[in-house]
């Protein structure tokens, strides 16, 4: 007899699918909903090598994708010693309905789990009372109460209602985090990038701005990398840099510096030929004039008025 597993189409509506994910993942994610290990629960044994045979990759990338998944989408668990693995919010697209016929399945399936934790995450997403009935009796006495469950659900929920407000007020209030500005503008985060960034907040006390600073130079210097932003924190490190306040000052002690080099060179020396009926001994002499450009004048203008901006504007957040 055939399986048939159901993708609802707004799996591609999705804003985890949407904004998080990369064509991979999306790959690999109809991978876990649909292929023949599946279950009626939402929970089965694959290994890994059979995942990799499947999909026609290394175990080495088979990893990888699993570990995304665990531990940046928060999708599903894997059991390494059972080889067990559970889709999370499964229960939310493919249990709300319950008969007998779909009941006698579940607990069939259910006896089969050997990791039974795996099912208490599962649990949390099944809105049919039946099937949730039938979680809790295969579950330790510890989580038998679904009410208790249902209270867990709705805080949850409640959680991420809060945690969506917050993005939005983040979003008003115009102070991205680095994290996000860094998704908005390079694109998605990896845990090991998500780790180098947290390294370089703690170096600089926690200020996100500078962080953001460094990031928003990369993209203007047309250098989307984190390699070319992270030269740029070394660099400020090691000067001692810790708020905007640090970097601008940085900025007028540059532009200090270059604004005295240039104007040393602008005398221009000009030699001169002596006419030989000037000079009984038919010598040539040199005459030594200054000539100034005009061009740099200009542009010493602007950088002494970009300065004074630069210096007023410090003036002012110290006071």
Known sequence: MAKYRQVHTTFWQDPKVLE???????????????NPNTTQIGVYQITKK????????????????????????????YNEQTRELAILN???YNLHKAGKPVIDCVNKELKEVKDKTLLLDIMKHIPNDSVLQAFSRHVDDTYNDTSTWRGQE??????????????EEKKKKGSPTAFEFYEENFGLLSSHLIQEINAWLNDFNGNHEVVIEALKISVERNKRNWGYTKAILKDWYSKGVKSLSDIKALE?????????TKTRKTRVVRREMVPEWLNNNNEI???VTPEYDSSFEEEKRKLEAELKALDEELRGKKL
Not at 20 to 34: A, H, Q, R, S, V
């Open 50 to 77: 059979q995942m990799a045979f499947d999909l026609g990759y290394s175990t080495e990338s088979i990893n990888s994708l699993l570990h995304r998944f665990i531990t940046l989408h928060k999708l599903i668990k």
């Open 90 to 92: 499964w229960g939310k």
């Open 285 to 287: 002499e040199e005459k």
């Open 252 to 260: 007028i002690e540059f532009k200090k510096k270059s604004l005295s």
């Open 154 to 167: 709705k805080e949850e929920e409640e959680e991420e209602e809060e945690k969506e407000e917050e993005k």
């Open 20 to 34: 998080e994910m990369t064509p991979e993942d999306k790959y690999f994610y109809l991978y876990l909903l649909t």
